[in-house]
């Protein structure tokens, strides 16, 4: 059974930065594109970024490039993003998520719970 637990979350400042951290288990990590998403109140989920199963390619929701910053370790089946220059519109439940496939074609098949960050003016 694979799992995704996020964790990093947190109540930060305008322009502060935050790391999130994702742990996968079950399955094999190594081989599956990852990706972050995120939801605030009353509005759909968003992509935020998408990375390979090698670390690469990486994509980027157009609004959030130079901002964010997706990256993992295969060997720690870990996932990671990193948000710089934050903004009080980052505001909302975080969510990572495992791709069917290397690259991150079509939808994840499986999401983690989600980890709050917060943004305050």
């Known amino acids: 059974q694979v799992q995704l637990v996020e964790s990093g979350g947190g109540l930060v400042q305008a322009g502060d930065s935050l790391s999130l951290s994702c742990a996968v288990s079950?399955?094999?990590?190594?081989?599956?594109?990852m990706g972050w998403f995120r939801q605030a109140p009353g509005k759909e989920r968003e992509f935020v970024a998408r990375?390979?199963?090698?670390?690469?390619?990486?994509y980027y929701a157009d609004s959030l490039k130079g901002r964010f910053t997706i990256a993992r370790q295969n060997a720690k089946n870990t996932v990671y993003l990193q948000m710089n220059s934050l903004k009080p519109e980052d505001s909302a439940v975080y969510y990572c998520a495992r791709y069917k496939d290397a690259n991150g074609v079509g939808s994840p098949e499986y999401w983690g719970q989600g980890t709050q960050v917060t943004v305050s003016s």
């Open positions: 079950g399955g094999i990590f190594s081989v599956y594109a």
């Open positions: 990375i390979g199963w090698r670390g690469s390619p990486t």
